[in-house]
């Protein structure tokens, strides 16, 4: 039988070394201590983080590409627990789709955005129209632009590569990331934004980035700002629960993914595993 987007695919759940895995993105400090705080509290990891197998380095250890999940493990590297239980796909459609997150400003004025971005060494700030705007973005020959609830349009240029765009989009970010609390939307319509947060003030639109540029980055050691990429996929592992003292313990690697195997052939004979065709909305993230 023809496949569709509905065939079933079982999760491929594997115990992974957490040195193993390599962010794209920066982790939110703001979002992980809590994260690492409920994780040790709950004494479980309920959703494990997506990853994707990276090139093999000769003569070096696999490594995996963090999609989804950079506070989750780094919230593990940071309290010491040697292993994580990861979601392992293929990073291609239709098993991932790469979309783009929006970012939604409160209460930051048009003034002080422009004056932050000035000071980053390299930026260029012009101002431009909606049309011409959103189709330099599209084109890449913007690294990201904003709009203003005054109605005014600023893009920002500059950087002659891969490497030196991304660390000038860190620069961006970073004016407003600690400032205060940015929503991500997964639509660039500022005033849909405002419809849910009446305190936004400007919406940041960033360019659709093809997974061949996140691999290479994290290859390279560079990181992308947080919630930027949104990476969509395929019957997703969600509720996990692994208890954590199963991950921090001292038995080896394969000792553990051996466990994973027995305890999912488990929670399978017991019916505690369901899927979904539809879209779905949890209350209890």
Same mark, same amino acid.
């Given at each position: ?127 431009? @129209?909606?049309?011409? /705007? %959103?189709? *330099?973005?599209? #084109?890449?020959? +913007? ?8 109605? !005014? ?103 553990? @993914?051996?466990?994973? /195997? %027995?305890? *999912?052939?488990? #929670?399978?004979? +017991? ?8 879209? !779905? ?5």
């Amino acid at each position: 039988m023809p496949s569709s987007d509905f065939d079933f695919r079982f999760p491929d759940l594997r115990i992974l070394d957490v040195n193993a895995l390599v962010p794209h993105e920066r982790h939110d400090e703001q979002r992980m201590r809590p994260l690492a705080r409920r994780i040790r509290e709950n004494g479980v990891l309920k959703n494990p983080p997506i990853v994707a197998p990276m090139d093999p380095v000769a003569g070096g250890t696999q490594q995996f590409v963090v999609l989804d999940g950079a506070n989750r493990s780094t919230a593990f590297l940071t309290a010491g627990i040697p292993h994580i239980v990861a979601q392992v796909v293929r990073y291609a459609e239709p098993d991932v789709r790469l979309t783009t997150w929006y970012h939604a400003l409160g209460e930051f004025p048009h003034v002080d955005i422009e004056a932050a971005c000035l000071r980053i060494p390299g930026l260029e700030c012009h101002q431009d @129209n909606a049309v011409h /705007a %959103r189709a *330099l973005v599209a #084109r890449r020959e +913007a690294l990201a632009c904003v709009i203003h609830v005054d109605g !005014t349009i600023t893009t920002f240029h500059g950087g002659r590569d891969l490497q030196e765009r991304n660390h000038l989009l860190n620069a961006i970010v970073d004016t407003y990331r600690d400032r205060q609390r940015f929503y991500r939307m997964s639509a660039d319509s500022l005033e849909a934004a405002r419809e849910r947060y009446p305190e936004v003030t400007a919406m940041v639109v960033f360019p659709h980035f093809e997974p061949a540029e996140v691999v290479e980055l994290a290859t390279n050691g560079g990181r992308m700002p947080a919630g930027i990429t949104r990476h969509l996929i395929r019957w997703r592992a969600l509720r996990l629960n692994v208890p954590v003292a199963q991950l921090a313990s001292s038995d080896p690697l394969e000792a553990k @993914n051996q466990w994973l /195997a %027995r305890w *999912l052939e488990e #929670r399978l004979a +017991a019916r505690e595993v369901r899927f979904y065709e539809e879209p !779905t909305v949890l209350f209890d993230e």
